[in-house]
C-alpha cells in the first residue's frame, strides 16, 4: 500500500441518491472468521467475507503458519485449519499493511504457540501504539524479541509453549486487546479471564463459542464485561456467514441523510448493539433510518431504509464511544449540516487509529468552511445545515477519513476533494463505483 500511487478523488453536489445495496462484509467479522477457521481442527466455509486488503493480509498470514486458505468464489472462502497450537512458524516477515486488527489479533494468536514471527506493516500501522497488545502477551509467557521505538512495529514476538491462564483488566476499551488476551489464552491450560470496564464488539466471544470452545461472558460494573475461556480447547470447524459492515453502510446511510430527496435501502446490515452507536446518535438527531427486515444469521441483521432528514446538533456520551469508535469522522460530517452544536465527548482512543482521527477529522471540516474544536478529548461541531465545501482534505492513509470527505462533497455547495482515495481499499473495495451507482457524482 504505501509505495502504491497517491489516487485524488473528488465529489460533489448531487442529485436525489437512490437504490438498495449492499456494503461489503464486515471487517472484524472477516479478520476472525480466517484467524478461528486456521485455528479449528478441519475446514469452516465463509460465505460474504470482505475482500479488502487488510482482510486478504490476515489470510496471507494465516497461510504463512500453515493453514489453507482459498477463495472458492465471490466471498466464499475455505480455511483449512491447523488447530489450536498447530500455527507453524512463518519463513518471512508478516505484512499487516495498514490493519491494526489483522495484527494485533494475530500477535494474541501467535503469543499462544512455541513459535517465533516477525510483525510488520505500512508507515501508518508502524505508528500505532502495540504496547497495549505486547504487555498482557508478556505477563502469558510471550516474549517480545525485537520492537521499534515505543514498543512499535517491526516486532518480533516469540509465543509460549503453555501460555500463562491471566485475569486481565484492560487499561483502555479495545476490543483488539482483548481479543488478543483471548487468543492467546487459548494457549493456556486454564481459565483466561478479561475485564473490559466498558463492554466493546463481542465478535471474538460469540465466534470461539460458535467454534466450540468454553467462553462465558457475563456483566461486571455498570458497563463492563467479564469474559473467561477455558484454555486449549479443539475447536471446531462451523461456517461463518458476515454481515455487511455497519462502520462501512454508515457512508452511504449519511450520504442519503444529508442529500436532499434521497431515499437508500442497505440490505442486511450487522445491528450488534456494540456496533450501532452511531444508528442511535443520528436518530436522535431527528434521521429516518429503518429497519426492514430483522432476522439472525450468527448476529442480528436487518435492511434499513433510510431517507433524507432535516438533523439537529446533539451531545454523544462518552460511554458510546465503544459503540462507534470507527464512526465519528462521519459522524462529525453528519453534524456539520445539522442545525446546532453537536459535541462528541470522550474521543482519547481516537488519536491512535489509522491516522490521529480526532486532528484529522477537525481539519477535514476546517478545509471545508465548517466551524469546528478539540477541547481535551471532545469533538465540537457548529452546524449550520450546510457546508460550503471547497476544500483538499489529506487522508493520512486513513480510508475512513477519505470516505467521510467524499460523503461531505455530496452534499456541500462546492466540491470536495481528498489526496488519495487509494487507502479506501482496505475496508470497502468500490465505494467509489457504489456511490456512483446511487446517484453521487465523483470522480
Ligand atoms: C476492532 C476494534 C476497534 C476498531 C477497529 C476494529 C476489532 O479497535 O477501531 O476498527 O475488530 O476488534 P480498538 O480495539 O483499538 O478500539
Not at 256 to 262: D, E, K, N, R, T
Request: glycine share 12%; charged share 20%.
Amino acid at each position: 500500500m504505501s509505495t502504491a500511487a497517491a489516487k485524488s478523488v473528488a465529489a460533489r453536489r448531487s442529485g436525489a441518491l437512490q437504490g438498495r445495496l449492499r456494503v461489503p462484509g464486515d471487517k472484524s467479522i472477516s479478520h476472525r472468521a480466517l484467524i478461528f477457521g486456521a485455528l479449528a481442527v478441519g475446514e469452516t466455509r465463509i460465505e460474504g467475507l470482505l475482500e479488502g486488503e487488510d482482510v486478504l493480509n490476515t489470510g496471507q498470514a494465516m497461510r504463512a503458519m500453515g493453514a489453507g486458505v482459498e477463495q472458492t468464489g465471490a466471498g466464499a472462502w475455505r480455511v483449512q485449519g491447523v488447530g489450536v497450537g498447530g500455527l507453524a512458524q512463518p519463513a518471512n516477515t508478516l505484512d499487516f499493511g495498514n490493519s491494526g486488527t489483522g495484527c494485533r489479533l494475530v500477535m494474541g494468536a501467535v503469543a499462544g504457540c512455541p513459535i517465533t514471527a516477525t510483525f510488520d506493516g505500512d508507515a501508518s500501522l508502524r505508528k500505532r501504539p502495540m504496547r497495549r497488545i505486547l504487555d498482557p502477551l508478556r505477563e502469558m509467557g510471550a516474549r517480545v524479541v525485537v520492537e521499534a521505538d515505543g514498543g512499535r512495529l517491526p516486532i518480533t514476538l516469540a509465543g509460549a509453549r503453555d501460555a500463562i491462564p491471566i485475569v486481565y483488566t484492560t487499561p483502555v476499551p479495545s476490543a483488539q486487546v482483548k481479543s488478543a488476551v483471548l487468543l492467546a489464552g487459548l494457549g493456556a491450560p486454564g481459565t483466561t479471564t478479561v475485564i473490559e470496564r466498558e463492554a466493546t464488539r463481542d465478535h471474538t466471544e460469540k465466534l470461539l463459542r460458535h467454534f466450540g470452545a468454553d467462553i462465558r461472558s457475563e456483566p461486571e460494573g455498570p458497563h463492563g464485561r467479564r469474559i473467561s475461556l477455558v484454555g486449549q480447547p479443539e475447536l471446531k470447524p462451523a461456517p461463518v456467514t458476515v454481515p455487511a459492515d455497519p462502520s462501512s453502510a454508515a457512508f452511504p446511510m449519511v450520504a442519503a441523510l444529508l442529500v436532499p430527496g434521497s431515499e437508500v435501502i442497505l440490505d442486511a446490515v450487522m445491528t450488534n448493539p456494540l456496533r450501532t452507536g452511531l444508528f442511535t446518535t443520528l436518530r436522535e438527531m431527528g434521521a429516518v433510518i429503518e429497519p426492514l427486515d430483522i432476522r439472525d444469521v450468527g448476529e442480528e441483521v436487518a435492511d434499513l431504509r433510510v431517507r433524507a432528514s432535516v438533523l439537529r446538533g446533539v451531545e454523544v456520551p462518552a460511554a458510546r464511544a465503544p459503540s462507534m469508535i470507527d464512526e465519528y469522522p462521519i459522524l462529525a460530517v453528519a453534524a456539520a449540516f445539522a442545525e446546532g452544536t453537536t459535541r462528541m465527548r470522550g474521543l482519547k482512543e481516537l488519536r491512535v487509529k489509522e491516522s490521529d482521527r480526532l486532528a484529522a477529522t477537525a481539519a477535514m471540516l476546517r478545509a471545508n468552511g465548517v466551524t469546528v474544536d478539540i477541547d481535551g478529548d471532545d469533538l465540537i461541531v457548529e452546524g449550520r445545515g450546510r457546508a460550503p465545501g471547497g476544500g483538499l482534505v489529506a487522508t493520512h492513509m486513513d480510508h475512513r477519513i477519505a470516505m467521510a470527505a467524499l460523503v461531505m462533497g455530496l452534499a456541500s455547495d462546492r466540491p470536495v476533494a481528498v489526496d488519495d482515495a487509494a487507502f479506501i481499499a482496505t475496508s470497502f473495495p468500490g465505494f467509489v463505483e457504489l456511490m456512483r451507482g446511487l446517484g453521487g457524482e465523483l470522480s
